[in-house]
């Protein structure tokens, strides 16, 4: 478990660095997020699209449980999305929020994504 554990820690890593390059070092060609298969190519398209709608995006861990092939974790930020964020006029205001997201790997890459974003949150402190 320790060692599925260093590998997200690892791939979350890539994620904060933008290192596309490597991204498919961590995740499965044909990777399917929230019941659609979107694979590597659109997983990297969506990631990309989150940095340039939030320029300051970090991935920060709060907590993660890894039960094999599964990691379950709690991600948190603190951000300041330049336009709207998942529909929202956030325009540049600092916000934070989480997102619960579970993974599944086949082998040694994420093959499917489970995310929830806590859009209540955001909702709160942008009224």
């Given at each position: 478990?320790g ?5 997200y820690r690892g791939?979350i890593?890539?994620?904060n ?5 490597r ?7 044909d990777v ?7 694979g ?12 340039r709608?939030?320029?300051d995006?970090?991935f920060?861990?709060?907590?993660m449980?890894?039960?094999m092939?599964k990691v379950?974790s709690r ?7 330049v ?17 619960n ?11 499917q994504?489970?995310s929830i ?10 009224s």
């Amino acid at each position: 478990m320790g060692e599925l554990s260093e590998f997200y820690r690892g791939y979350i890593d890539c994620l904060n660095r933008q290192d596309w390059q490597r991204l498919g070092d961590f995740v499965d060609e044909d990777v399917i997020y929230n019941s659609e298969r979107i694979g590597l190519s659109g997983y990297r398209e969506m990631l990309v699209g989150d940095f340039r709608a939030i320029p300051d995006l970090r991935f920060t861990i709060d907590f993660m449980v890894v039960e094999m092939p599964k990691v379950a974790s709690r991600l948190v930020f603190d951000c300041a999305p330049v336009g709207e964020l998942f529909g929202m006029p956030v325009n540049g205001r600092r916000i934070r929020f989480s997102e619960n997201v579970f993974y599944e790997f086949s082998g040694a890459r994420i093959v499917q994504v489970w995310s929830i974003i806590d859009k209540a949150a955001i909702e709160a402190q942008l009224s």
